[in-house]
């Protein structure tokens, strides 16, 4: 009984310290350089919170002039006071941006160019994922039309400004799961059948390819293209899920196996906190790779590239498929009408 006492003694000493050097290891690359770029605007999408709130603090911190281009006036402008507060910095503006509104994506491009002559960076960070059948207001699929094509939109209206500023940088931020996407060419908005992770993972493969196929474009004219995945993270981009990449692994890997137990664990709210502190990053964590991204000067030659962890990392085969990124690209100008 005495050995048996020490052992249950000896886990529940040494479980948390595991638990507490993986958590310190699960955090992943930082961005370390400390390159500045006073008096630089930058916009980024959905600030009001996790990554992109993250990122507009360090951006402050260097000196940009910051521009958290969010859906919800009262988020944002809470954001604004914390960004301003952390960052030491009040050169930090909200302009209300809804991306699931083409309307909206356009109403905001003609009060930014009154506002500015030039941009120099553009971080597309906003998204929704694996939620409930949806759609935006102009008919599209809601993870297609605000993960791909509201950002496609924004981008392509925005291109003379970054065009005054080079050189200057755009930055997607899409996800590891678009390893496990396809461009459904039958079916690109989901009017047939909808599969909120399938949806969810095509969105993100349209990031990189939009991605790959601008830089193509703005090949020669000092503008770069970047899009990363930031890690699987604690913020609200998961509040449709108890964590999205388990379910994508429930889903790809060990569906039959797993749904049941991975079910039970994610779902049950007296386990969900304490398992997403211990395998999750941090958003401070989770918005280093879009820092290396968009402030690294070693990438200043680098173009339609994807990143993870602060580094070079694997793409999905289909999206170096240069005929299916131009078919996107024609595709959404059609949908968005950007002609």
């Given at each position: 009984?005495?050995?048996?006492?020490?052992?249950?003694?000896?886990?529940?000493?040494?479980?948390?310290?595991?638990?507490?050097?993986?958590?310190?290891?699960?955090?992943?690359?930082?961005?370390?350089?400390?390159?500045?770029?006073?008096?630089?605007?930058?916009?980024?999408?959905?600030?009001?919170?996790?990554?992109?709130?993250?990122?507009?603090?360090?951006?402050?911190?260097?000196?940009?002039k910051?521009?958290?281009?969010?859906?919800?006036?009262?988020?944002?402008?809470?954001?604004?006071?914390?960004?301003?507060?952390?960052?030491?910095?009040s050169n930090?503006?909200?302009?209300?941006?809804?991306?699931?509104?083409?309307?909206s994506?356009?109403?905001?491009?003609?009060?930014?160019?009154?506002?500015?002559?030039?941009?120099?960076?553009?971080?597309?960070?906003?998204?929704?994922?694996?939620?409930?059948?949806?759609?935006?207001?102009?008919?599209?699929?809601m993870?297609l039309?605000?993960?791909?094509?509201?950002?496609?939109?924004?981008?392509?209206?925005?291109?003379?400004?970054?065009?005054?500023?080079?050189?200057?940088?755009?930055?997607?931020?899409?996800?590891?799961?678009?390893?496990?996407?396809?461009?459904?060419?039958?079916?690109?908005?989901?009017e047939?059948?909808?599969?909120?992770?399938?949806?969810?993972?095509?969105?993100k493969?349209?990031?990189?390819?939009?991605?790959?196929?601008?830089?193509?474009?703005?090949?020669?004219?000092?503008?770069?293209?970047y899009?990363?995945?930031p890690?699987?993270?604690?913020?609200?981009?998961t509040?449709h899920?108890?964590?999205g990449?388990?379910?994508?692994?429930?889903?790809?890997?060990?569906?039959?196996?797993?749904?049941?137990?991975?079910?039970?664990?994610?779902?049950?709210?007296?386990?969900?906190?304490?398992?997403?502190?211990?395998?999750?990053?941090?958003?401070k964590?989770?918005?280093?790779?879009?820092?290396?991204?968009?402030?690294?000067?070693?990438?200043?030659?680098?173009?339609?590239k994807?990143?993870?962890?602060?580094k070079?990392?694997?793409?999905?085969?289909?999206?170096?498929?240069?005929?299916t990124?131009?078919?996107?690209?024609?595709?959404?100008?059609k949908?968005?009408?950007l002609?």
């Amino acid at each position: 009984m005495a050995e048996e006492s020490l052992l249950w003694l000896f886990l529940l000493i040494l479980l948390p310290i595991v638990a507490y050097l993986y958590r310190l290891f699960i955090q992943g690359a930082s961005y370390k350089k400390q390159n500045r770029i006073d008096g630089k605007v930058v916009i980024i999408t959905g600030a009001n919170t996790g990554i992109g709130k993250e990122t507009a603090i360090e951006l402050a911190k260097r000196g940009g002039k910051i521009y958290l281009a969010c859906r919800n006036k009262a988020k944002a402008i809470e954001a604004q006071k914390d960004v301003i507060q952390q960052s030491g910095s009040s050169n930090v503006f909200v302009e209300i941006l809804d991306l699931s509104s083409l309307e909206s994506v356009r109403d905001f491009a003609k009060r930014f160019m009154t506002l500015e002559d030039h941009l120099d960076l553009l971080i597309n960070n906003a998204g929704i994922m694996a939620c409930p059948k949806m759609l935006t207001k102009d008919g599209f699929e809601m993870q297609l039309g605000t993960n791909h094509l509201g950002h496609f939109l924004l981008t392509n209206l925005l291109l003379d400004h970054l065009k005054n500023s080079t050189p200057s940088r755009v930055v997607n931020v899409s996800s590891m799961a678009h390893l496990f996407g396809k461009i459904n060419k039958d079916d690109l908005n989901s009017e047939k059948s909808y599969n909120s992770v399938n949806a969810y993972s095509q969105s993100k493969l349209a990031n990189v390819m939009f991605t790959r196929e601008l830089a193509k474009r703005l090949q020669g004219t000092g503008v770069t293209t970047y899009s990363l995945h930031p890690g699987v993270i604690s913020t609200e981009l998961t509040r449709h899920l108890s964590d999205g990449i388990f379910i994508i692994f429930q889903k790809y890997f060990f569906y039959n196996f797993l749904r049941f137990f991975l079910n039970f664990i994610f779902v049950s709210s007296w386990l969900i906190r304490p398992l997403q502190y211990i395998f999750n990053k941090t958003p401070k964590a989770g918005a280093q790779t879009t820092l290396y991204c968009a402030l690294d000067p070693d990438l200043e030659k680098e173009s339609g590239k994807y990143y993870a962890e602060c580094k070079l990392d694997k793409i999905n085969p289909l999206a170096l498929d240069d005929e299916t990124c131009k078919w996107l690209w024609t595709t959404s100008e059609k949908l968005t009408k950007l002609q």
